[in-house]
């Protein structure tokens, strides 16, 4: 899987680039800048732009910016968003658009190179990931009505392991499931917050979007 590593910091792009060309990744540039990211990912069509969310000239949203535009120019490139900081407000800019390809971690997940590699062959394969910490920071926020307040205590749990990233065999593993199980509480759940309507894929992505906002 060839990638693009974005990062301000030379240590940490330098470290990163080596942890992950020693787990197979093939690393065919790095970069501090956003605008170069963009550029270089038109030119090398990676896999995969793994990408600080912080970056020059005002560190705040540079690289959720940068995964915008390839998600408008190169659609096919997965990007893998890194945040020092639990930040839910990107994480949900992010997703916005549509989670298929796109990750959002905090980098203290760097220090897990299974969780990271994992996350970066998911993104690439068209899937999601949410850092699980960003996911119960918006879950744990005090809100309003919502529609969530119908849902079960175990609907929540599934609709919090999709809201990771998670495909219903990856539920079925972590909550030691049948498949027909999760299948049959996914449609309460798609049903429970109107959701009849739409497509498989866009329904996930709508309900988890929708449970990320009411959290």
Known sequence: MRLVIADD??????G???????????VVAQTGNADDLVRRVGGLRPDVAVVDVRMPP????????????????????????????????????LL?????????????????????AEAIRRVGSGGSVIDPHVVAHLVERPR???????????ELEILGLMAEGRSNAG??????????TIESHTR????????????????????????????
Do not use: M, W
């Open 16 to 26: 990163l680039a080596r942890l992950l060309s020693d787990r197979g990744f093939d």
């Open 144 to 154: 309003a009505a919502s529609p969530l307040d119908d849902l079960s205590a175990r």
């Open 171 to 180: 539920i079925c593993e972590r909550l030691v499931l049948s498949h027909r």
């Open 96 to 116: 916005a658009g549509g989670s298929a390809g796109r990750g959002y971690l905090l980098k203290d997940r760097v220090g897990d190179l299974e969780v990271l």
């Open 58 to 93: 005002t560190h705040t949203d540079e690289g959720l910016r940068a995964s915008e535009q390839i998600r408008v120019r190169h659609p096919g490139v997965g990007v893998l968003v890194l945040s020092q900081y639990v930040a839910s407000d990107l994480a949900l800019r």
């Open 188 to 215: 309460t759940i798609f049903r429970k917050l109107g959701l009849d309507a739409a497509g498989d894929d866009n329904r996930r992505v709508l309900a988890v979007l929708t449970y990320l906002r009411s959290g």
């Open 9 to 14: 910091s030379v240590l940490f792009r330098e």
